[in-house]
T-cell receptor
Framework: SQQGEEDPQALSIQEGENATMNCSYKTSINNLQWYRQNSGRGLVHLILIRSNEREKHSGRLRVTLDTSKKSSSLLITASRAADTASYFCATDEYNNNDMRFGAGTRLTVKP | DGGITQSPKYLFRKEGQNVTLSCEQNLNHDAMYWYRQDPGQGLRLIYYSQIVNDFQKGDIAEGYSVSREKKESFPLTVTSAQKNPTAFYLC??????????FGPGTRLTVL
């Protein structure tokens, strides 16, 4: 069963705007990760945030984690057309060796 | 796509045939995973392996089989028992830091 659920399912913005995507999950986790997928390609790891962290930055990416609400958000600032892709959250659960992916948010950045 | 190769990129299968998808890695990672992705959907776990000669079923293992005879290789066989095999198949490895690296994927179509 899928663990993470991204919201919104699709997002369309203009170049230069910020994009925010959310992820909710159900069980206790060790960490939460965000991945990016260009159409027809494999996934690329973007950022990992551990359960004891609340915020993490990487370039134009900012991830927050609220374990009390079992939710995370990914913010992409100053978006570019090249950011157009699907973004997935994945959770690494306690006492489990697999990872659970959500259905993803399809982001379109218009030039 | 890192050090993970998947072949072939496109595969066509007639109904009733078994086919095997290849996944090879040179990253020296112990854990390997197979996911299925349907159009506009997230990833669903088929099988995973934490170590050579050991593997575990994921959420949708029915109609699939795997082997892990070598650390570098984790082939997936789609059997005739899988009633709706048309999908995009992704192989991944997992680092000690729990990040996953994905191959470029194989698109399987049943004719």
């Amino acid at each position: 069963s899928q663990q993470g659920e991204e919201d919104p399912q699709a997002l369309s913005i203009q170049e230069g705007e910020n994009a925010t995507m959310n992820c909710s999950y159900k069980t206790s986790i060790n960490n939460l990760q965000w991945y990016r997928q260009n159409s027809g390609r494999g996934l690329v790891h973007l950022i990992l945030i551990r359960s004891n962290e609340r915020e993490k930055h990487s370039g134009r990416l900012r991830v927050t984690l609220d374990t009390s609400k079992k939710s995370s958000s990914l913010l992409i600032t100053a978006s570019r057309a090249a950011d157009t892709a699907s973004y997935f959250c994945a959770t690494d659960e306690y006492n489990n060796n697999d990872m659970r992916f959500g259905a993803g948010t399809r982001l379109t950045v218009k030039p | 796509d890192g050090g993970i190769t998947q072949s072939p990129k496109y595969l066509f299968r007639k109904e009733g045939q078994n086919v095997t998808l290849s996944c090879e890695q040179n990253l020296n990672h112990d854990a390997m995973y197979w996911y299925r992705q349907d159009p506009g959907q997230g990833l669903r776990l088929i099988y995973y392996s934490q170590i050579v000669n050991d593997f575990q079923k994921g959420d949708i293992a029915e109609g699939y089989s795997v082997s892990r005879e070598k650390k570098e290789s984790f082939p997936l066989t789609v059997t005739s028992a899988q009633k709706n095999p048309t999908a995009f198949y992704l192989c991944a490895t997992r680092t000690g830091r729990n990040e996953q690296f994905f191959g470029p994927g194989t698109r399987l179509t049943v004719l």
